[in-house]
């Protein structure tokens, strides 16, 4: 019995340090390796935070890459948010600041059973809880619901999330609140990217500096799938980490991302690719066999999740790659945000007419603009869409006119960067991932047009107006009197109800219901059928969350 209460005590012990909403249960606790015969002794919190007090940056940098606490060491409750707090471009947060935004958000500080509605910056497949309970995931919920209530210039932030969620496993809702706080502030440092294209630059900035810095692992990689398919991957290396690395692994990468910054996770993505190379081309490895049998996507995965190496090798091939300062990447990446911000920018020289085409594909820089600041378009979807809008209009160059990732979610802003283009896309992508929209022929501004009587027209339009959906179902709803004989009998004016808009909301199509209407907070919507289309509702539920609204016009139109 003393022995069984002894073990109890020795596991409760191992865990002390996680707070009660972390789910200890499913934490595996690696114990340390041996230890070498000359090793020192692991580094205490006064021993580190002395350095930082002092200034010591460089110092504390090489004892972070090199200490191996183990997942459950008590260090990292107070490590962490002193490296955090280190980076604040602000001044200290008093105590209590945090719940008063909490009150102000939600009216109390308890927390509700009913789930919350995350900010629009957050990637819902990528909320990753780890090891927190359900009160956990709440906290997390909760603390990223106020960061984007107090930041709003965040507009795509996917990693922010699991971040939060990590530093819920050693400290207090509030402290996790203020160490992201002092990591987004930081001006001397780039920790968690907060717009679509800075999101997109990181991946590519990954890409070119693997092919200069790790060419074996890049050449590898290009020899096992296409060059599309070889982005699409590159694409994922946030998440090669966060995703996919043990929490052995991942709390050690933290410890030195909190102090150094993005550039620690460039340098570990690197290493992940150069492992995956030196192991996937011994012969005897089951990562050979898992490469061929399974593709490289998969198989690289899958290698991420089972890392055959300690948490230390990983650090060490990462840290051991040459010249890669962090001038220099900083170098490559403010290229590559330039050159992505030039590529949707025509000029009119640039804007170049091409022939009537029996196939009405969309250019190659048709599909550049688009892919490049789009968050709801593959390129399949985007050759379908095509073939659907009026060939006259095929000729253009598509311009993203509005999104509520970069411009927020108000329709004031809506008209003010829409309403003289005509004709515009609008795409939306819903909470559920539905995709469908409507294809405008007329100005938005039209809805400001008064009748004889000085009324302001209520429906506006032409029967150039037609619905799509592309997710889960693609199918084009065009006006109904497109598809009427010359001998039939006129339209019933409830068939003729294209675009209806004010400072409340936006309408597309009518007679017996709504086709697609947006409240003016572009939050919610709901879709019915209607006379005008003859459509059926545009996702299942009829009433949908607005996850992404784009609005496309077409230079030169």
Known sequence: MAVMLSTLEEESDMYEVFPAHVDTSSIPIVPDSPAKKNA??????????????????????????????????????????ALCKQHSSSRPMQDGFYWELVNQLFGTTDI????????????????????????????????????????????????????????????????????????????????????????????RTVMLITKKHMKSAAAHLAR?????????????????ILQG?????LVRVMDCFFHEGIKVLYRVAMAILFLFYKYSTSQSSE????????????????????????PTKVLRTAFNVRGLSSSYIQRVFVKTEMLLKSKPVLSNSQQISRSRSSENLPTSQSQN????????????????????????????????????????????????????HEPTLLMIKTSNNEVFGAYCSTRWYERNVKDDRGNRQAYFGTGETFLFSLYPERAKY????????????????????????DHKMITIGGGEGQAIWMDENIRYGKTDRCLTFNNPPLCPSGDFEIRVLEVYGFAGA
């Not at 039939?488 to 808009?501: C, G, P, R, V, Y």
């Open 112 to 203: 509700s059973d009913k789930p919350m509605l995350l900010p629009a910056f957050v990637e819902n497949t990528h909320c990753l809880p780890y090891h927190l309970t359900r009160r956990g995931r709440s906290l997390a919920d909760r603390v990223v619901c106020v960061l984007g209530f107090s930041c709003p210039d965040i507009t795509y932030s996917p990693a922010l999330y699991p971040i939060a969620a990590l530093l819920l496993h050693f400290m207090p809702e509030e402290e996790c609140y203020n160490s992201l706080a002092s990591l987004i502030s930081s001006k001397d440092k780039t920790f968690i990217t907060q717009t679509k294209l800075l999101y997109e630059a990181t991946w």
């Open 40 to 81: 020192k002794p692991l580094k205490t919190w006064s021993e580190i935070n002395s350095l930082i007090q002092a200034g010591r940056k460089r110092e504390v940098k090489l004892i972070l890459r090199e200490q191996g606490w183990p997942t459950n060491h008590t260090i990292r409750a107070q490590l962490w948010p």
């Open 369 to 420: 603009n688009i892919q490049l600041v789009s968050h709801t378009l593959t390129i399949r979807e985007l050759f379908t869409l095509w073939s659907w809008l009026p060939v006259r209009i095929t000729m253009y160059q598509p311009i993203l006119l509005y999104t509520t990732e970069e411009h927020g979610c108000s329709l004031t802003t809506f008209y003010v960067r829409v309403e003289q």
């Open 224 to 240: 096992h799938c296409s060059d599309a398919r070889s982005e699409r991957i590159y694409a994922d290396w946030l998440w090669w």
């Open 478 to 501: 065009p006006w109904v009197g497109m598809e009427q004989s010359p001998g039939e009998k006129q339209l019933d004016h409830s068939a003729e109800l294209f675009l209806a808009a």
């Open 245 to 249: 690395l043990p929490l052995t692994h």
């Open 287 to 310: 990562w050979s066999a898992e490469l061929a049998a399974q593709g490289v996507d998969n198989a690289l995965t899958k290698f991420c999740r089972q890392m055959p190496v300690s």
